[in-house]
């Protein structure tokens, strides 16, 4: 069955309503006129200031909470995590879970830390960060249009990861697309410190290793890594 624009990508923004946060930081559900929509916006354009949480350390006990039952604590705190970086399924991120708690004993480091390095260092989530997309589902159509470039080799697929010394390069057929996307965008939040970004040739360089500690800013709202992991390792 093919899945069509229409049922992939407008149900993503009704998803946000019952969490009750934007998500993902659009100002694209600031214009949506439909009755159903004014509490939501009334609530986002109350809070101007900006929350920045700390994904690892920051923990909110299941009992102490503003939910009452726990499991609606962690499915409400799961779908916030996989709405922010584009709708990932549930067999992807159980994949990534694992990886990360394997490699934490390997290494011994906090899982949290390198369930964060793992999501940072996608395709789709560096193209945004560099503000080359305006969305995760922009970033996602790029990539399997045949557009995006690794180290001169075609990628296209979204979950591919990143290390340092990797160079990503854009077709020149989408260049006015990506310009016109970094100067609509507010730059905010600014690039990551890992990323060399090159505007006039439309280049990503990622010149370091990534630090979770770079990537406070992006998480304006809470999400409990460790109730997280929690829940896809029972």
């Known amino acids: 069955m093919r899945i069509t624009k229409r049922q992939l990508y407008r149900p993503l923004y009704k998803k946000f309503l019952p969490l009750k946060k934007n998500i993902q930081t659009t100002n694209k559900i600031l214009k949506f006129n439909k009755l159903k929509w004014q509490k939501f916006q009334h609530s986002f354009s109350k809070n101007k200031k900006k929350k920045i949480y700390n994904p690892v350390s920051y923990f909110v006990s299941n009992f102490k909470n503003f939910y009452s039952k726990k499991f609606k604590y962690n499915l409400q705190n799961k779908q916030r995590l996989s709405l922010y970086y584009g709708k990932l399924r549930k067999s992807y991120l159980k994949r990534v879970v694992k990886l990360a708690l394997r490699e934490s004993k390997r290494i011994n480091m906090r899982a949290s830390i390198l369930l964060v390095q793992k999501l940072e260092t996608r395709l789709d989530t560096i193209l945004c960060r560099a503000h080359f997309c305006y969305s995760y589902y922009n970033a996602s159509q790029m990539i399997s249009h045949k557009k995006i470039y690794v180290n001169d080799r075609l990628i296209q697929h979204k979950f591919f990861e990143l290390k340092k010394g990797d160079l990503i390069t854009v077709d020149k057929s989408i260049s006015t697309n990506v310009k016109s996307n970094i100067l609509q965008s507010k730059m905010w939040p600014i690039p990551p410190k890992h990323l060399y ?25 809470l999400i409990d890594f460790n109730s997280f992991i929690r829940y896809y390792t029972r």
């Not at 090159?198 to 800013?217: P, R, S, W």
């Open 197 to 221: 970004i090159n505007y006039k040739t439309l280049q990503i360089l990622v010149v370091e290793n990534i630090k979770y500690t770079n990537c406070f800013t992006y998480y304006q709202f």
